[in-house]
């Protein structure tokens, strides 16, 4: 298996982890990721919300980039914003013509052409179907017997392209948890918004979002996310809305890659688990003695 | 004058909302066709917030009420979570309706917006010189652009955190290679031809 990759802004930087961790699992897995030569920014939400004709230029760049490379036809996406982005491109250069010249006529600029014939892929759709919790229970080196895991998806990778799940209840991420011996934490917060960027602009209104969704995460091991955004708002603030509620919501967050290379033996230094911000001391002992029953047994 | 400055120095606008009508006819056709069922109300996260409900939202960019629209929060607290556009059972790009009222008060630097706007424009500045975002400069230039000298101190203790764990590199604004200014250019162009 042979992809191109566009890791994105986040994950060089606030999310490095998560670019780390993907980039491990996959070679773990035997899946080949090829990065995207002088890839730029997709726009994050800012484009959007500035210029309609810039919010599509931006990942078009990237995509005629990538056809340029033309040794895969399908492009891995971790991060659930520029998913979207890369993915709206794909959708309305595939149906609209004229939109796809102007979108050209930008292009020019830089030299580049789109041809549309880009396929964008999310991790998890990769992780879910092109490799399967088969393959991952086939590679399983240190089960996770007893963790609950809470899975989170977050809104991007779910909607509007709904490709690989149900984008209101969702389910992709269970059996891959399931194979490496956890058990799912029953909730209906997977796909709930975490506020995004409103955590920088309007607090009061992510905050109070973050809130509901650790709430409900209470009785988990952990929650596991995949994406960047979410990542971030579900981790960093949970001082303050602990403070807010009234009772402790400490919860450790983890990507899916850096769960998932725990069980396929990979290391806490593999997975740069010492980036995250929140692993809690609970989660840490629960893991250790995981881990320590597994080699007695193995 | 740079462009810094003029995120800065840009006069907000709080009644100049004459040439916004001619802007908001695409915006009406996105969703002239709704019902007033309100499936977008109760599955929007930050309704809650809101002093116009999505549902009024929309009966007021029908009847093209430019005053109540560009006055309401509402649309500037769309978290872009797909769910309205996922439910609405007339299928109306609502979404992107929210996004297009967005445009307008970028483009027209509405006063009720400032945060946002000027968010969102430090963003595209720092993506615009270096071709991918940097974190540091971005919020350096938001903070620049609030003018609020507290404003930083709400986001210290988090920042310290990330510079520690090397997330973040500690870069002042620069100018860049401007490695996507011709693209920014060129929109611009064509968005004002």
């Known amino acids: ?298 | 004058m740079n462009r810094l400055e003029k995120i800065e120095s840009e006069q907000e606008s709080e009644t100049a909302l004459a040439p916004v009508i001619d802007s908001l006819a695409p915006i009406r056709n996105m969703v002239s066709a709704c019902i007033q069922c309100g499936t977008c109300t109760g599955s929007c996260p930050n309704a809650f917030a809101m002093d116009l409900t999505p549902r009024q939202l929309w009966y007021n960019v029908i009847r093209e009420e430019k005053e109540t629209i560009f006055h309401s929060k509402t649309f500037s607290l769309c978290s872009v979570c797909y769910y309205c556009t996922l439910r609405c059972p007339r299928g109306l790009p609502l979404t992107d309706a929210m996004s297009a009222l967005k445009q307008i008060a970028a483009k027209e630097n509405l006063a009720p917006y400032k945060k946002s706007v000027r968010f969102y424009k430090s963003f595209m500045e720092s993506v615009r010189r270096h071709g991918r975002v940097r974190e540091m400069e971005f919020m350096t230039l938001y903070f620049m652009a609030m003018k609020n000298p507290l404003l930083p101190f709400r986001f210290a203790p988090l920042g310290v955190k990330l510079i520690s764990k090397g997330k973040v590199s500690v870069e002042l604004p620069s100018k860049g290679s401007g490695t996507l200014e011709a693209i920014f250019r060129k929109v611009e162009e064509l968005e004002n031809s």
């Open chain 1, 1 to 298: 298996m042979r992809y191109l990759y566009y890791p994105g802004c986040s994950l060089k930087g606030t999310a490095l982890e998560y670019d780390v961790s993907t980039r491990a699992l996959m070679g773990e897995l035997g899946a080949e990721l090829v990065e995207i030569e002088d890839w730029t920014c997709c726009g994050a939400s800012a484009a959007e919300a500035t210029s309609y004709l810039l919010s599509l230029s931006l990942p078009a760049c990237i995509l005629a980039r990538a056809e340029k490379m033309d040794d895969a036809s399908q492009i891995l996406v971790p991060c659930s914003a520029c998913y979207t982005n890369l993915k709206k491109v794909e959708e309305k250069s595939r149906s609209y013509i004229e939109l796809l010249n102007k979108i050209n006529t930008v292009l020019q600029e830089e030299n580049l052409h789109l041809q549309g014939k880009m396929k964008i892929r999310h991790l998890l759709d990769i992780l879910a179907r092109d490799i399967g919790p088969a393959k991952i229970f086939a590679n399983l080196k240190s089960p996770l017997t007893g963790l609950n895991i809470a899975p989170y998806y977050g809104c991007q990778c779910l909607r509007p392209y709904s490709v690989f799940d149900d984008p209101e209840e969702p389910r992709s991420m269970e059996p891959v948890i399931e194979a490496v011996g956890a058990k799912i934490h029953p909730w209906d917060m997977g796909g709930r918004c975490c506020g995004a960027s409103h955590m920088t602009t309007k607090p009061d209104v992510a905050l109070e979002l973050v809130a509901t969704i650790l709430k409900a995460a209470k009785g988990a091991d952990a929650i596991v996310t995949v994406c960047p955004m979410c990542q971030m708002n579900l981790e960093a603030y949970q001082k303050k809305i602990s403070g807010m509620s009234g009772e402790d919501l400490s919860m450790t967050i983890l990507y899916l890659p850096q769960f998932l290379g725990l069980a396929l033996g990979l290391s806490e230094q593999d997975l740069r688990m010492d980036l995250n911000l929140s692993i809690t001391k609970a989660f840490r002992d629960k893991l250790n003695r995981t881990q320590i029953s597994a080699d007695i047994h193995r």
